[in-house]
């Protein structure tokens, strides 16, 4: 079975870090591309970061630019987000997917697939 499992959420103050890993089972990652989405209450599921299959290439949404960085371990069959100066903005629930279709913009959501559980990421003083 393919499986996804994202971990690293928790509660955090406005400027503080955290690092979401997903960790996939029944399935090499190398094959693909990945990307994190996230999803708040009463809110459409967005793209946050997408890595290609090497990790050569990322791509990032322009609320998170310059603040989350996406990483990928191929060895270990994980992919990282790297967040830095959280906003409240950023509270929701993060997910991890793989990139199962190419389309022509790394943020379509329904070129991804295998979806993780989520981790909840909150974001509050």
């Known amino acids: 079975q393919v499986q996804l499992v994202e971990s690293g959420g928790g509660l955090v103050q406005p400027g503080g870090s955290l690092r979401l890993s997903c960790a996939a089972s029944?399935?090499?990652?190398?094959?693909?591309?990945m990307g994190w989405f996230r999803q708040a209450p009463g809110k459409e599921r967005e793209f946050v970061a997408a890595?290609?299959?090497?990790?050569?290439?990322?791509f990032y949404a322009d609320t998170v630019k310059g603040r989350f960085t996406i990483s990928r371990d191929n060895a270990k069959n994980t992919v990282y987000v790297q967040m830095n100066s959280l906003k409240p903005e950023d509270t929701a629930v993060y997910y991890c997917?793989?990139?199962?279709?190419?389309?022509?913009?790394?943020?379509?959501?329904?070129?991804?697939?295998?979806w993780g559980q989520g981790t909840q990421v909150t974001v509050s003083s």
């Open positions: 997917a793989v990139r199962r279709f190419y389309g022509a913009s790394w943020q379509v959501l329904t070129d991804y697939g295998y």
């Open positions: 029944g399935l090499t990652i190398s094959t693909y591309s």
């Open positions: 890595i290609t299959r090497v990790g050569d290439r990322t």
